[in-house]
């Protein structure tokens, strides 16, 4: 198993959308998490999706906003990001377990006027 590689991050409005990227190998029989980092603060887990992608669950502060999905032939798992907040401003990780374990070296979201 390689490392994953996040993508997608950059700086947006209050209200943008945003679409990040995860390329993982090895990974496809393995349910995996977005964790994100906010400035200044701990690991918090954002959103994890199922093996297969068919089925997904989300953290309160997102659900509704943001949408996880997969493609296996791929390798790789997306988190559609809408009506971004500040709050949501983070470095955010592709990991294999909810606390962000295997994350690789994230991608930064910054959400400013």
């Known amino acids: 198993q390689v490392q994953p590689v996040e993508s997608g991050g950059g700086l947006v409005q209050p209200g943008g959308s945003l679409n990040l990227s995860c390329t993982a190998f090895g990974f496809s029989r393995s349910f995996m998490s977005w964790v994100r980092q906010p400035p200044g603060k701990g690991l918090e887990w954002v959103s994890s999706i199922s093996p297969a992608g068919g089925s997904a669950t989300y953290a309160e502060s997102v659900e509704g906003r943001f949408t996880i999905s997969r493609d296996n032939m791929k390798n790789t798992i997306y988190l559609e990001m809408n009506d971004l907040k500040p709050e949501d401003t983070a470095v955010y990780y592709c990991?294999?377990?909810?606390?962000?374990?295997?994350r690789g070296q994230g991608t930064q979201v910054t959400v400013s006027s």
């Open positions: 990991a294999t377990d909810i606390r962000g374990g295997g």
